[in-house]
Structure formats: structure tokens, C-alpha cells
């Protein structure tokens, strides 16, 4: 998959200084699919912490759990994570 593949609809962060907004509140995947008009089914998230993995939920979304360290496969899993990889370039293999 190249750059030039992904259709980006913008950025979006949580509000400066407001710490409930942070994950695992699903407000920023809540908000970046009504800016873009997605519904949860056509969307997936990525996330390499727990945390992601409940805000991803959450939202109703479809979550890969991205083990990037040792140990982090278990935790992610039991978080719900539908799948769980320790490699991007798997992600993007099967996006293609």
C-alpha cells in the first residue's frame, strides 16, 4: 500500500486539556467517522495499547491489536482485539 493509496479525511486529537477525552473515551473515532460520514462497519482501528483496543470497541469498530513489544499480544487479546499482529506490513498485505 502506498501513500498515495489512503484517502485521508482529515486529523483529529483529542481536546487540549481535557483528559476525559483521552482513549479509551471512543470521542475521537466518534468524531473523525462523522466528519468522513463512515459507519463503524466500513472502518477499522489500529491500536498497540489496551486502551486503544477499548476506545476501538467502544466506538463499535473493528479492532487490530498491534503487539509492537514483548508481552503485549496477551494483554491485547484480552482487551478484545479481534486480531492481534506484530507486523504492520501484514496489515497492510491484507488491506490490499
Sequence with gaps: MEPSDIDVAGVF?????????????????LDAMSASSAVPASCIFIGDAARDVEAGTAAGLATIGYANKAGTAATLTAAGAVVVTESMSAIAAALR
Design 13 to 29: 486529537g483529542r481536546v487540549p486539556g481535557d483528559p476525559t477525552s483521552m482513549k479509551p473515551n471512543p470521542g475521537l473515532l
